[in-house]
């Protein structure tokens, strides 16, 4: 047979997102493909994880993370959702958001397992379904609105499907789910016993009076829930890897065990910068984080509509779905490579977001940037003509 590579390699693949950061970097111009978030972190977050570094926490952490990092989490989620948490049996601290999917998806599904996930979908939820060996059952929401149809919604459902994921705040579309609509899912999963896993990294970026709405407070889900969220967004720390779920004890343990496996713990010192800054930090530092991003949203799509380009206006996290329909090119990869060669503004074609060619006439953009880098960026774009 020869040397070869596993079959595997075809479901990891270089993603659109980073492709497009490379293209971008080689041509000098402006990246709003990666959600980088390339903000300054909190003072208290770095002084966390300075001090933790003099102070000697440099060494593996419990398999779920640090005591101090856990209990935080769970006084974070129980001031969001009203629900307490046992933070000995119920938190697990992984590498990001992706690692604590990643974990809770190898814990919680057997290959061949499917599950459903609302298109336009988060690439990396498909990969780590895939390398779970799980399969991505797809529902289509509609623009403008992204709405969801309850009827196409039960007709993915069979004997086969185990669960399914529920990213609000949403990336790309920037859709946050109303309660009626966490309901209709609530529904559907007790209907058909499904685990309903959540990505919930973007809840503290929603605006114009939206409300993000935790899955698990919603009848009964409690049980069925496992709520995935992290730090790399509101404390612009990509880099990081501090990430978590939240679940029934009787799921933790396990979810836990493979993060020691694969990952054996977030960084520790890295940890406690988090534990600083969730302690430190107030409502009054989440609700400015959401005015800044409002202003850089509405600033984005301002230029994108001056451009002829209509933006989806999102109503969270910080991405612009954008009609790119009349941008040159035959596909959603020639325009957006059109566009950045002609803007020196880099986005991401939507066919990154969609199982078939659905997105071909779409790009993702992202306004999470310093205020005088996007207000650069928006100027070439208005000086964009298709």
């Not at 208290?44 to 640090?66: C, K, M, P, W």
């Amino acid at each position: 047979m020869g040397l070869h590579l596993s079959n595997r390699q075809e479901w990891v693949a270089q993603s659109e997102i980073r492709n497009m950061s490379i293209e971008c970097e080689r041509l000098g111009g402006i990246n709003l493909a990666q959600g980088v978030c390339d903000l300054e972190v909190p003072f208290e977050v770095r002084q966390g994880a300075h001090d933790a570094i003099e102070s000697g926490i440099n060494v593996y952490t419990r398999f779920d993370g640090l005591r101090e990092l856990r209990e935080a989490i769970a006084k974070k989620h129980e001031a969001s959702t009203g629900i307490a948490v046992d933070p000995e049996n119920e938190v697990v601290a992984s590498a990001g958001t992706t690692g604590a999917f990643y974990c809770a998806a190898l814990a919680l599904l057997n290959p061949g397992d499917e599950v459903i996930v609302f298109e336009p979908f988060y690439s990396y939820h498909i990969s780590t379904l895939r390398a779970a060996g799980a399969v991505p059952v797809y529902v289509r929401m509609s623009p403008p609105e992204w709405s969801i149809d309850e009827q196409e919604l039960e007709r993915a459902v069979t004997k086969r499907c185990r669960a399914i994921i529920l990213n609000t705040p949403s990336n790309p579309s920037g859709k946050v789910f109303s309660l009626g609509e966490i309901e209709a899912v609530a529904r559907l999963a007790e209907r058909h016993d499904l685990f309903v896993f959540t990505d919930e990294i973007y809840e503290n970026f929603v605006y114009g009076g939206v409300t993000h709405i935790p899955p698990v407070t919603v009848e009964g889900m409690r049980t069925r829930t496992i709520t995935i969220s992290g730090f790399s967004k509101i404390f612009s720390i990509t880099g990081w890897r501090v990430g978590y779920c939240i679940c029934d004890k009787k799921w933790a343990g396990s979810i836990g065990y493979f993060n020691d496996f694969i990952y054996v713990c977030a960084p520790a010192p890295l940890q406690m910068g988090v534990v600083q800054g969730l302690n430190d930090l107030g409502p009054g530092y989440y609700e400015a984080v959401a005015r800044e991003y409002l202003y850089k949203r509405d600033l984005l799509c301002a230029s994108l509509r001056k451009a002829g380009l209509e933006p989806y206006v999102p109503s969270g996290a910080y991405y612009v779905l954008t009609d790119m329909s009349s941008v040159p090119g035959k596909g959603s990869k020639e325009k957006a490579m059109h566009f950045l060669r002609s803007t020196g503004i880099a986005c991401v074609p939507g066919k990154a977001f969609y199982h078939d060619d659905a997105g071909e006439n779409l790009a993702r953009f992202c306004f999470a940037k310093e205020d005088g880098i996007l207000e650069k960026a928006c100027r070439s774009i208005e000086a964009f003509r298709p």
